[in-house]
């Protein structure tokens, strides 16, 4: 395995990491899992690289406050409904269509341009995650996939148009609306850890797309 192939799937596993993050509430014990030696090394090794090291910090400095409030499993769970599942109003809603269509509608064309996409790479959809194909949650995964579909490429020819197509991915599917969907999510998560996690994920896309323009 060459260094870019190793570097790839870091990034694929950071990506999945931050889906499975805005997928679902925390079980207890993915939640305890956090505190873990593991997991803190895997956050102290992110924040090494300058660029990260900021959003990292807020994140880590929110879980170690979690582990202060009474009942933390479902102070966070009440957390992740008020920050996700309310509505537009209440809540940082997690569909790219709500913030790149005029419509301001689930399921429009963000979504559609989704679902072709993942017919195109052939990349299933979660079965048991019912959510329409713009979901944070599922353009991450596809993301994830896509990094490791392009480790599998065995010409260069292949293996660039692949990278190319992650940086257009990042910037068409994801930088053109997780910013505001953050700004948002600052705003409506009292406590603060989701809005960490959002944070991460869009300086973590940024460093991603200088890495992928050869800045």
């Known amino acids: 395995?060459?260094?870019?192939?190793?570097?790839?799937?870091?990034?694929?596993e950071i990506y999945w990491w931050l889906s499975s993050l805005l997928a679902n509430e925390l079980t207890k014990e993915q939640l305890e899992q956090y505190n873990s030696f593991e997991v803190r090394t895997f956050l102290s090794d992110l924040r090494k690289t300058p660029e990260?090291?900021?959003?990292?910090?807020?994140?880590?400095e929110k879980l170690n406050k979690l582990q202060a409030r009474d009942d933390a499993q479902l102070e966070?769970?009440?957390?992740?409904?008020?920050?996700?599942?309310?509505?537009d109003k209440n809540s940082a809603l997690p569909y790219a269509s709500i913030y790149l269509d005029k419509s301001g509608l689930l399921n429009a064309k963000p979504a559609q341009?989704?679902?072709?996409?993942?017919?195109?790479y052939k990349i299933a959809q979660k079965a048991e995650f019912n959510e329409p194909?713009?979901?944070?949650?599922?353009?991450?995964?596809?993301?994830?996939?896509?990094?490791?579909?392009?480790?599998?490429?065995?010409?260069?020819?292949?293996?660039?148009?692949?990278?190319?197509?992650q940086l257009s991915f990042i910037n068409k599917q994801l930088l053109s609306w997780t910013?505001?969907?953050?700004?948002?999510?600052?705003?409506?998560?009292?406590?603060?850890?989701?809005?960490?996690?959002t944070t991460f994920l869009v300086t973590f896309l940024q460093l991603d797309v200088t890495f992928l323009t050869g800045e």
Do not use: W
């Open 1 to 12: 395995m060459n260094e870019l192939t190793a570097f790839n799937e870091q990034r694929a």
């Open 113 to 120: 341009d989704m679902r072709e996409l993942l017919e195109k």
């Open 76 to 87: 966070l769970s009440a957390d992740f409904c008020q920050a996700f599942l309310g509505s």
């Open 52 to 60: 990260l090291a900021s959003s990292v910090n807020e994140l880590v």
């Open 179 to 197: 910013p505001k969907f953050n700004h948002i999510c600052k705003e409506r998560d009292e406590f603060g850890f989701y809005a960490a996690v």
């Open 133 to 165: 194909a713009d979901h944070i949650a599922i353009e991450l995964d596809f993301l994830g996939n896509l990094i490791l579909m392009t480790n599998q490429q065995t010409s260069e020819e292949d293996f660039e148009a692949y990278m190319s197509a």
